[in-house]
T-cell receptor, first 114, second 115 residues
Framework: GNSVTQMEGPVTLSEEAFLTINCTYT??????LFWYVQYPGEGLQLLLK?????DKGSNKGFEATYRKETTSFHLEKGSVQVSDSAVYFC?????????????FGTGTRLLVSP | KAGVTQTPRYLIKTRGQQVTLSCSPI?????VSWYQQTPGQGLQFLFE???????NKGNFPGRFSGRQFSNSRSEMNVSTLELGDSALYLC??????????????FGSGTQLSVL
């Protein structure tokens, strides 16, 4: 079946440090891949997406590249801010399901200190 | 426009009780999905409704049920609560029938604690 594996957190960084959160997936067919962010007390927000191999999704300084050969979609940011502290979820959506079912990873908490 | 609204925000119940959670989607949205979020399991899909019909269901026991009304508001019910049902329950709405997860909008969730 389809699954997503994320690195366990928390990830603790100082402001302006480089961020990488690893995500790998298992899926049949050609899924679309997503990163969602959940700030404290809020619901999930779509951060970025990629729908095919070698696509790069980007938003708010975050980037992730769809790597089919390594089945990975690692999230990166060159310089994190305190306001980036949140839980980040990697997710996939299997094509052809006909409805909006997302398969999520377990989430990685990011803590950024000043 | 107003976002996805979930009520109540927090709920405390005891084992064996039942609970009903409510979700009001964004105006005009006809699809509502429910997810359970726990620290150990992350987010798991419960079910999805479109135009009052359940289109798909995740791997949860029959104690978990839902429904959608003609105004697209949705409720989910959990009967005979167990300690393991303690979780954040998230609702997401979409105006699109096709498989476009990027058009899902999530509510802030209902935090259920079972004592």
């Amino acid at each position: 079946g389809n699954s997503v594996t994320q690195m366990e957190g928390p990830v603790t960084l100082s402001e302006e440090a480089f961020l990488t959160i690893n995500c790998t997936y298992t899926a049949t067919g050609y899924p679309s891949l997503f990163w969602y962010v959940q700030y404290p007390g809020e619901g999930l927000q779509l951060l970025l997406k990629a729908t095919k191999a070698d696509d790069k999704g980007s938003n708010k300084g975050f980037e992730a590249t769809y790597r089919k050969e390594t089945t990975s979609f690692h999230l990166e940011k060159g310089s994190v801010q305190v306001s980036d502290s949140a839980v980040y979820f990697c997710a996939l959506s299997a094509s052809g399901t006909g409805f909006q079912k997302l398969v999520f990873g377990t989430g990685t908490r990011l803590l950024v200190s000043p | 426009k107003a976002g996805v609204t979930q009520t109540p925000r927090y709920l405390i119940k005891t084992r064996g009780q039942q609970v009903t959670l409510s979700c009001s989607p964004i105006s005009g949205h006809r699809s509502v999905s429910w997810y359970q979020q726990t620290p150990g399991q992350g987010l798991q899909f419960l079910f999805e409704y479109f135009s009052e019909t359940q289109r798909n269901k995740g791997n949860f026991p029959g104690r978990f049920s839902g429904r959608q009304f003609s105004n697209s508001r949705s409720e989910m019910n959990v009967s005979t609560l167990e300690l393991g049902d303690s979780a954040l329950y998230l609702c997401a709405s979409s105006g699109h029938r096709t498989d476009e997860p990027e058009k899902l909008f999530f509510g802030s969730g209902t935090q259920l604690s079972v004592l």
